[in-house]
């Protein structure tokens, strides 16, 4: 498993991102992804998923009509379009198949991201 994020960076609060996640070493077409987050001295949670499937998405609830998950299966492709984003965004972004995300090496370096005045 391989999976590198980019696209972070410091936004002023309503601004927009959009994240990308380029990802090999198993089957993505047949894959649910998702985008994490982790703040400073928070845990790990999870952001959005897509089961690339059926196209189903799922989104915690304090980003849910903000944020949009997609995929692009010809580049092995995972985005997080953020709009509206707000201070309590700010965190290092990850994305996984969380059919690994128990092995610490499936992890990749994730994005920041920070967003301020």
């Known amino acids: 498993v391989h999976l590198v994020e980019s696209g972070g960076g410091l936004v002023q609060p309503g601004g927009s991102l959009k994240l990308s996640c380029a990802a090999s070493g198993f089957a993505f077409s047949s894959s649910t992804m998702a985008w994490y987050r982790q703040a400073p001295g928070k845990g790990r949670e999870v952001v959005a998923s897509?089961?690339?499937?059926?196209?189903?998405?799922d989104y915690k609830d304090s980003v849910r009509g903000r944020f949009t998950i997609s995929a692009d299966n010809a580049k092995n492709t995972v985005y997080l379009q953020m709009n509206n984003l707000k201070p309590a965004d700010t965190a290092v972004y990850f994305c996984?198949?969380?059919?690994?995300?128990?092995?610490?090496?499936?992890w990749g370096q994730g994005t920041q991201v920070t967003v301020s005045s």
């Open positions: 897509l089961n690339i499937v059926n196209g189903r998405t």
């Open positions: 996984n198949n969380p059919r690994y995300i128990s092995r610490s090496d499936s």
